[in-house]
Nanobody, 122 residues
Framework: QVQLVESGGGLVQAGASLRLSCAAS????????SAWFRQAPGKERELVAA????????YYADSAKGRFTISRDNAKNTVYLQMNSLIPEDTAVYYC???????????????WGQGTQVTVSS
């Protein structure tokens, strides 16, 4: 079993930056892809970015391209989401997730964190 714990959320003004962290523990060897999702009030949860644990290859949703960067530090079993030029539309609960296969755009991830709130004020 894999446990995921997010940190780094908060309240910031538009244009600011935040870095989210996701620390994994447990059966790390099971993880093929890690990802960040977000869910805004009244909206469906959406995939923001994903990264291959082995190769470091990345995927970004259109809303994240050019502003967000996903990275990983396998020595620390941690995945990061650097978010720059934040806008109010980025306000959401951000979830870290991990899966045991490489179908990273399939939202059926095997492991989920508890979520961290990001609020961007205008």
């Amino acid at each position: 079993q894999v446990q995921l714990v997010e940190s780094g959320g908060g309240l910031v003004q538009a244009g600011a930056s935040l870095r989210l962290s996701c620390a994994a523990s447990g059966g790390i060897f099971r993880i093929v892809y890690s990802a960040w999702f977000r869910q805004a009030p009244g909206k469906e949860r959406e995939l923001v970015a994903a990264i291959s644990r082995t190769y470091g290859s990345t995927y970004y949703a259109d809303s994240a391209k050019g502003r967000f960067t996903i990275s990983r530090d396998n020595a620390k079993n941690t995945v990061y989401l650097q978010m720059n030029s934040l806008i109010p539309e980025d306000t959401a609960v951000y979830y870290c997730a991990a899966k045991e296969d490489n179908h990273y755009t399939d939202p059926k991830y095997d492991y989920w964190g508890q979520g961290t709130q990001v609020t961007v004020s205008s």
